[in-house]
């Protein structure tokens, strides 16, 4: 089975800019998850999409926004770039859309974002 | 809200040595709790995970971890590594109480020397 895929690798943008995230999950799960991993500081939540919509948002700012479209795929856009959004954002799928939380995440390789 | 703390950054080993990382979750009620890891290169993967009955659980490579309760722990054990388990390692937990939103810990980088 494939696995989750990310894109793009690596995405450097100027300070102000915005940056598109793009998210493909295992084929037949339809939960996406969004985390934030900044040096030191573990993964962060973001983001969970399921069935089209927006479930939960952790607690970073609104410029930090996205969505899920019909064949469950997702993006992530975050607006008016700052120096300090330079991490690893990384996707993460599960089957089971929140009906449990017994199913661990399937995570991707993720987007190096970088900030100049 | 629920949170995890692993307490050991960074944990340098020779070969052969015992290994334990330490996780501890704030939440009260039931929980889910996993280990991820994330080998150099690689995307994260679960090690293993506890939802209910036998506390210690077995997971892949030889790797176990205990749930006690008591202490609201899990930490994870490997008796004797190899360089091959040089990764980062994340403690995650879920629960009603956190919306069901997995909850990772900080992370533990484990170098493993020959």
């Known amino acids: 089975e494939a696995g989750v895929t990310q894109s793009p690798t690596h995405l450097i943008k100027t300070r102000g800019q915005q940056a598109t995230l793009r998210c493909s999950p295992i084929?037949?799960?339809?939960?996406v998850y969004w985390y934030q991993q900044a040096l030191g500081l573990g993964l962060q939540f973001l983001l969970w999409?399921?069935?089209?919509?927006?479930?939960n948002r952790g607690n970073f700012p609104p410029r930090f926004s996205g969505r899920q479209f019909p064949n469950y795929s997702s993006e992530l856009n975050v607006n008016a770039l700052e120096l300090e959004d330079s991490a690893l954002y990384l996707c993460?799928?599960?089957?089971?859309?929140?009906?449990?939380?017994?199913?661990?995440?399937?995570f991707g390789n993720g987007t190096r974002l970088t900030v100049t | 809200a629920q949170s995890v703390s692993q307490h050991n950054h960074h944990v340098i080993l020779s070969e052969a040595a015992s290994l334990e990382l330490g996780c501890n979750y704030s939440?009260?009620?039931?929980?889910?709790l996993f280990w991820y890891v994330q080998y150099p290169g690689q995307h994260l993967q679960l090690l293993l995970k506890?939802?209910?009955?036998?506390?210690l659980v077995k997971g892949i490579k030889g790797f176990e971890a205990e749930f006690i309760k008591s202490k609201f722990s899990f930490n994870l054990r490997k008796p004797s590594v190899q360089w091959s388990d040089t990764a980062e390692y994340f403690c995650?937990?879920?629960?009603?109480?956190?919306?069901?939103?997995?909850?990772f810990g900080r992370g533990t980088s484990l170098i493993v020397h020959p």
């Open positions: 993460a799928s599960s089957p089971d859309g929140g009906s449990s939380y017994n199913s661990p995440l399937h």
């Open positions: 939440y009260g009620g039931t929980v889910n």
């Open positions: 995650a937990v879920t629960s009603s109480g956190g919306s069901y939103i997995p909850t």
């Open positions: 506890y939802f209910s009955g036998d506390p």
């Open positions: 999409y399921d069935e089209g919509e927006e479930r």
């Open positions: 084929s037949g799960h339809t939960s």
